[in-house]
Every structure is written in structure tokens, then in C-alpha cells.
């Protein structure tokens, strides 16, 4: 219960934080702070998803040659 309230919370000061007819008016702020961050997410995002493939690639060879000492036992 407490953590939908400080999720109200927290999401109305966002919106009060970032609409121009607010105080605070940091919306350009906002704006400019996800331009610069979006590429180091996009390349983070992307080195996982390299991490993951070589992963899966490795788990499919060793199945692969777990599957082929079954056989041949």
C-alpha cells in the first residue's frame, strides 16, 4: 500500500516538475538529459543482448554435444 502511494507521489511530482504551466518548468531539462542518455542506454542495452547471444550459442553447442555422447553411449 505504501508503495502505490509513493508511486502517486512520485508521479505527480513528476508531472508537476516537468509541464510548462508549473513552477519548476523542467521539462527541457528532462528532454535534454533522455537525448544525452540515450545512446549510452542504447549501447549498454546492446552489449547485453551480445552477452546473452554468445551465451545462448554456447549453451546450444554444449547441448549439442551432450545430446551426441547420449547417442553414442
Excluded at 507521489?9 to 540515450?38: E, M, Q, R, S, Y
Excluded at 542506454?41 to 546492446?46: D, H, L, Q
Aim: charged letters at 20%; hydrophobic letters at 60%; aromatic letters at 12%.
Amino acid at each position: 500500500m505504501i508503495s502505490i502511494i509513493l508511486g502517486i507521489i512520485f508521479i505527480a511530482f513528476t508531472v508537476f516538475a516537468v509541464l510548462p504551466c508549473f513552477p519548476l518548468n523542467w521539462g527541457a531539462d528532462v528532454i535534454a538529459f533522455l537525448k544525452g542518455c540515450a545512446p549510452v542506454f542504447a549501447a549498454f542495452i546492446g552489449l547485453i543482448c551480445l552477452f546473452i547471444g554468445a551465451a545462448d550459442i554456447k549453451d546450444k553447442k554444449e547441448a549439442k554435444k551432450e545430446e551426441s555422447t547420449k547417442i553414442e553411449e
